[in-house]
């Protein structure tokens, strides 16, 4: 059909990069664009009437998203987003250690073993030894913070769930340990109940 008179958004593309897309669920790249919308006759555009809002579409199924759909990280970044706050809690468990070598060294083990089903297949001992070093409480208190806005509670509860069972690995509690795991229930919004429920049975 042919418009004698109509409106035209005439779109440039001012950035790009990788976003996930809700529409088509999954990581995709991304052109990010602005436009200008102007007063069309007889299919020429003539009169600017402004900009039109800018716009993010993605590259594999080109719907249009409004640009807060970047707020959302990718799947790639929540990966190791979550690999890194798994990291970091273990490593503050083992740094609260301070108990015989033999309840030392299972909770060493257990710790690897957390980090390695985390994401982090080569991370050994050494690794271990170097981050129990280099340990401060805020590092563990960031990661959370940038996790838990992404979590379900299940999945709060499970990141909480992976560290009770390396404090777990020499059999019992240890008063320090509780701290670091109701400390780490606050700052993913869990309550109470719900951390006594995961020490429970981790
Ligand atoms: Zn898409």
Do not use: N
């Not at 418009?3 to 897309?21: L, M, Y």
């Not at 102007?38 to 402004?50: C, D, T």
Request: neutral net charge; contains cysteine; aromatic residues 4%.
């Amino acid at each position: 059909m042919f418009f004698v008179v109509g409106i035209r958004t005439i779109r440039s593309a001012i950035g790009d990069g990788e976003f996930h897309c809700p529409a088509c669920g999954g990581d995709r790249r991304f052109r990010k664009g602005g436009g200008r919308r102007r007063l069309v006759l007889f299919g020429v555009a003539l009169i600017p009437l402004g900009r039109a809002g800018s716009g993010v579409e993605c590259a594999m199924c080109c719907t249009r998203h409004d640009v807060a759909v970047l707020d959302t990280p990718t799947a790639r970044a929540l990966t190791l987003l979550l690999r890194e706050a798994v990291r970091t809690l273990v490593v503050a468990v083992v740094a609260a250690v301070d108990d015989e070598p033999q309840e030392v060294d299972a909770i060493r083990a257990a710790a690897v073993e957390a980090v390695r089903a985390a994401g982090m297949p080569s991370y050994d001992a050494c690794a271990l030894a170097v981050d129990v070093g280099a340990h401060l409480a805020q590092d563990t208190a960031w990661a959370l913070a940038e996790i838990a806005p992404h979590l379900a509670v299940a999945g709060r509860e499970h990141l909480v769930g992976v560290a009770a069972r390396v404090a777990l690995a020499c059999g019992a509690y240890d008063p320090a340990h509780r701290v670091i795991l109701y400390h780490a229930g606050d700052q993913l919004g869990l309550g109470r109940a719900r951390v006594d429920h995961v020490l429970a049975g981790p």
